[in-house]
């Protein structure tokens, strides 16, 4: 079975930094692209970043300069963001996708809050 697991949030000062992780296990399709999404209670969710399977990345405005998407393995991916504000307090979810629409999972989320 797919599972996918986020890690590495909590609760971080304004202008300090963390690093969240992504790891999928029990993947069967050939992964094209895995992102970083957040969302708040009431609100739409957000893309943030995501990364190829080449390698190639992609960032939403509100984070490009601050936060960095990266891997060390196929399917671990990493997301450090820095500078943060209480602006980017959310839930945060790790998306792993093929190249179909059948081929989507999603973690649990983690929360991260920014205190001022």
């Known amino acids: 079975q797919v599972h996918i697991v986020e890690s590495g949030g909590g609760g971080v000062q304004a202008g300090g930094s963390l690093r969240l992780s992504c790891l999928a296990s029990g993947i069967t399709f050939n992964v094209n692209v895995i992102g970083w999404y957040r969302q708040v209670p009431g609100k739409q969710l957000e893309f943030l970043a995501q990364?190829?399977?080449?390698?190639?990345t992609d960032y939403s405005d509100s984070v490009k300069g601050r936060f960095t998407i990266s891997r060390d393995a196929k399917n671990t991916v990493y997301l450090q963001m820095s500078s943060l504000t209480v602006e980017d307090t959310a839930k945060y979810f790790c998306?792993?996708?093929?190249?179909?629409?059948?081929?989507?999972?999603w973690g649990e989320g983690i929360q991260v809050t920014v205190s001022s």
């Open positions: 990364i190829s399977s080449g390698g190639i």
């Open positions: 998306n792993v996708a093929g190249i179909w629409k059948k081929d989507s999972y």
